[in-house]
């Protein structure tokens, strides 16, 4: 079972020094602000909810389709009461790259908003292995992995 996980994470790796070939975007993305829209691509992938605290929530996710991919992170907050979303990174694995980062924001309740990742354009003619990734305080979470093609 061990060498299973570890063949897995190996396989993560280099998937991710492979992607550093095939996409095109720019090197570094910068902040961003906790949003009402999201990307909208016809595809997405996303982790489980994970609470950060009671009543607020993270999902991280994935949106592709027509050779563009963008990793974005959903906040929740179900708690009743007004709460902050915690300050969060997210992006796409695409080598060499920032993520985006949007800071600690307060939201009333039953209110659920986004952090909009860079949109990187794949080169034309191939498919590639992508997932997306949210770090909130020391923790990560990684979407499922999906085939990309441009």
């Known amino acids: 079972m061990i060498r299973s996980k570890i063949a897995k994470a190996l396989g993560v ?14 090197a570094s993305a910068g902040t961003s602000t906790w949003t009402s829209t999201y990307p909208t691509f016809g595809n997405a992938t996303c982790t489980d909810p994970v609470t950060v605290y009671t009543g607020v929530q993270v999902i991280g996710c994935l949106a592709y389709g027509s050779g563009k991919v963008q990793g974005y992170t959903l906040g929740v907050n179900t708690s009743g009461q007004t709460n902050p979303l915690p300050g969060v990174q997210t992006g ?10 949007c800071v600690a924001t307060s939201v009333p309740n039953n209110i659920m908003k986004s952090c909009n990742g860079t949109v990187y354009t794949l080169t ?8 997306g990734f949210t770090t909130f305080g020391d923790r990560t979470i990684y979407t499922p992995a999906v085939r990309v093609c441009a």
């Open 13 to 26: 790796v280099a998937t991710v020094f492979a992607l550093g070939a095939l996409a095109q975007g720019p």
């Open 124 to 131: 034309p003619g191939g498919c590639y292995d992508m997932l």
């Open 92 to 101: 796409a694995f695409i080598f060499n790259t920032t993520a985006t980062s």
